[in-house]
């Protein structure tokens, strides 16, 4: 499948905000958003199920995140957002879209059930 396209990034300093945006096309699917520091495996950061319907689709957060980005989509013709709000160190990393399907009734944060995935950006945030 054609990989998804990815864009935004960039380096900020502690406290900063950066949105990330996806490509989607179609809908009633997840939609993850990933990162992976160096020598760190790659970690759920937060989903989102595209809908069809007027309403937003379910999302879900990694602990380490919620309170501080918000994934969202206008609609289903529009991208899927990663917003990212008072960005620590520690969110350093190379950021990743990828589309999958629910696993048990909910879009999972774990990499292995996404199936296509985008290049990536970087995102670098210092202290």
């Known amino acids: 499948e054609v990989q998804l396209r990815q864009s935004g990034g960039g380096s900020v300093q502690a406290g900063g905000s950066l949105r990330l945006s996806c490509e989607a096309s179609?809908?009633?699917?997840?939609l993850g958003w990933f990162r992976q520091a160096p020598g760190k495996e790659r970690e759920g950061v937060a989903t989102?199920?595209?809908?069809?319907?007027?309403?937003?689709?379910?999302?879900t957060y990694a602990d380490s995140v919620k309170g501080r980005f918000t994934v969202s989509q206008d609609n289903v013709k529009n991208p899927v957002y990663l917003q990212l709000d008072n960005l620590e160190p520690e969110d350093t990393g190379m950021y990743f879209c990828?589309?999958?399907?629910?696993?048990?009734?909910?879009?999972?944060?774990?990499?292995?059930?996404?199936?296509?995935w985008g290049r990536g950006t970087q995102v670098t945030v210092s202290s």
């Open positions: 989102i199920y595209t809908s069809s319907g007027t309403s937003a689709g379910s999302t």
């Open positions: 179609q809908y009633n699917y997840c």
């Open positions: 990828a589309k999958g399907g629910l696993s048990n009734g909910y879009c999972s944060l774990r990499p292995t059930q996404y199936r296509v």
